[in-house]
């Protein structure tokens, strides 16, 4: 399929499809003039490229995580360095979960000095 046909399967902007391929993520065929022909195999990286990217990664990272991808599937292997990049995200999330309760503590206790002024 052409690189529109593939942008509204995917709900990925052409740009964005051009830009995973100028960063080695993708590397559809090319017709004889020259157009990009995609295929299931480019449809499936998409797909893990979107579900690694709502998890928070960067396209570095999973430049990185996408070798322990399987072929056909939507899953990974357990491979040791996307078990290591997986911890290194969670331990990250939980700091910014960590930072944002913090900031809802702080927030309900100047919400309260405020209520208790205005009474």
Known sequence: MKIGEMAERTGV???MLRYYEEQGLLAPARTASGYRD????????IERIKT????????????????????????FEPCDELRSILQHHVEDVDRRM???AESRTLLSA??????????
């Open 13 to 15: 902007s052409i740009r």
């Open 98 to 100: 960590d930072a944002l």
């Open 52 to 75: 690694l990217g709502a998890c928070g990664m960067t396209l570095p990272v999973i430049q990185r995580f996408l070798p322990c991808a399987i072929d056909g599937r939507g899953a």
């Open 38 to 45: 995609y295929g299931k195999v480019e449809l499936n990286t």
């Open 110 to 119: 100047l919400l309260d000095e405020i209520d208790i002024r205005v009474e």
